[in-house]
């Protein structure tokens, strides 16, 4: 009987810790904590970091073999005499702008305008770039030392600023922190990062316009501009000095691009090496891009009942929102180029919505030099069922067709019919 009570009391309570659980994570009385933003934990952690810096601790979140030895700090001074740091106006130098993979060096004073004599131990920096070199760790009355920092940055940062680490003895400033602060050019500015040339047709080549230029070197020149894709074109020519003073740039040129139509069809990209003669710089590479479309050449979409927005790149009408009971219809109008017969659609398919209809229709008003102009028409008709499909997940349409070399089209359809 003993051995039933003790097994009772077991299974109740193992009851009431699961329900308890279980009210805690799923019943809808209780709110639930949303989760923390990753911005939020980044800006706790690094405070806690400079909490415990403050605290004369080494984060345990502080890779120490990148910040390289860390001195144990000096102990507090208790009672007169006291020592007293003075580093002057700044604890912070800007250097403006450094070239990357070059190294800066700076030296802050420390002076002890204090009655005790002063202690000074190296900390924790926040980068393998960073170096700092302490001349003394005791500082008497009246006594200097310096600090050096040597940063060498293999990155280009727009906004660099990394700090030095120091504990003091002194118990108004047990912590110093030297820091310097700038911007990291690179050898070469390529902008825009990747040059497009836009639409590619069967009459109309590409064209990108983009520069390299640089804040070191006035003398710089460009020596090749080669290209991987034989049907690329590339031309440069230097940028006018007034033009270079006014952003504050010491060396340019402008390239334009050219990309024909024997580029595949679709989306297309490829890659220009360009050699200069920058010190220390290999080949630039700059992604070359553009899309390429085939016979048919598409133009922006024409409401006819509610809207419709085309995206030519993603062959994506997008017909939004509307009611089902009235419905919704569209035509986008193609430029149709390298065919004798009068375009026409065979067949229309679609297995994820088979009320949708598109049809053609001859439009001579935009036929021109022996190509024709017609429009294809989009409708989802009234009455037809509720449905929702957003841009991420569109309705497929395959449409077959008479052309000669284009036989399948394959256009992405997006809407809410409620």
Not at 77 to 100: C, E, I, N
Not at 151 to 176: C, G, M, V, Y
Not at 256 to 269: C, D, E, F, S, Y
Not at 288 to 304: K, N, Q
Request: with cysteine.
């Amino acid at each position: 009987m003993r051995i039933l009570r003790i097994a009772a009391v077991v299974a109740f309570a193992v009851c009431a810790v699961s329900a308890t659980i279980w009210s805690a994570r799923y019943s809808p009385w209780v709110t639930q904590k949303p989760p923390e933003d990753a911005r939020i934990v980044k800006r706790l952690r690094a405070a806690k970091e400079v909490a415990e810096l403050n605290a004369r601790v080494v984060p345990k979140t502080l890779d120490t073999s990148v910040t390289g030895p860390i001195e144990t700090p000096p102990q507090l001074v208790t009672k007169s005499p006291f020592p007293k740091v003075d580093t002057g106006k700044t604890t912070v130098f800007d250097f403006g702008s450094l070239l990357v993979n070059t190294e800066g060096r700076h030296t802050f004073r420390i002076e002890n305008k204090g009655e005790g004599p002063l202690i000074i131990a190296k900390g924790p920096v926040e980068c393998s770039c960073l170096v700092s070199k302490l001349s003394a760790h005791e500082i008497p009355p009246g006594g200097c030392a310096e600090v050096e920092l040597r940063w060498k940055p293999l990155a280009a940062d727009s906004e660099f600023h990394k700090s030095a680490i120091f504990w003091t003895n002194d118990p108004n400033r047990p912590q110093l922190r030297l820091s310097v602060d700038g911007r990291i050019s690179p050898v070469a500015a390529v902008i825009p990062g990747k040059w497009n040339a836009g639409i590619v047709t069967e009459d109309r080549e590409g064209k990108a316009v983009g520069t390299i230029t640089s804040e070191f070197d006035d003398q710089f020149k460009i020596v090749s501009a080669q290209p991987t894709d034989s049907n690329v074109r590339v031309v440069f020519k230097p940028i006018a000095k007034d033009v270079l003073q006014r952003s504050g740039l010491r060396g340019g040129y402008e390239f334009t691009a050219t990309v024909g139509k024997g580029i595949q069809l679709g989306p297309w990209r490829s890659l220009l090496r360009i050699l200069t003669t920058l010190k220390d710089s290999g080949p630039i590479e700059v992604e070359l891009t553009a899309l390429r479309t085939g016979p048919i050449l598409f133009l922006p979409a024409i409401p006819i009942v509610g809207t419709a927005h085309w995206d030519s790149e993603k062959l994506l009408l997008n017909m939004e929102r509307f009611p089902r009971a009235r419905g919704s219809k569209a035509a986008v109008p193609a430029i149709i180029s390298a065919m004798k017969d009068e375009f026409r659609i065979l067949d229309v398919r679609s297995t994820s919505y088979p009320f949708i209809k598109v049809s053609v229709e001859q439009d001579p008003a935009i036929a021109n030099g022996g190509r024709q102009g017609v429009r294809f028409v989009f409708e989802v008709p009234s009455g037809a069922p509720a449905v929702t499909h957003m841009v991420r997940d569109p309705v497929r349409v395959t449409v077959t067709t008479n052309h000669p070399t284009l036989h399948q089209i394959d256009f992405a359809v997006a809407f809410v019919a409620g």
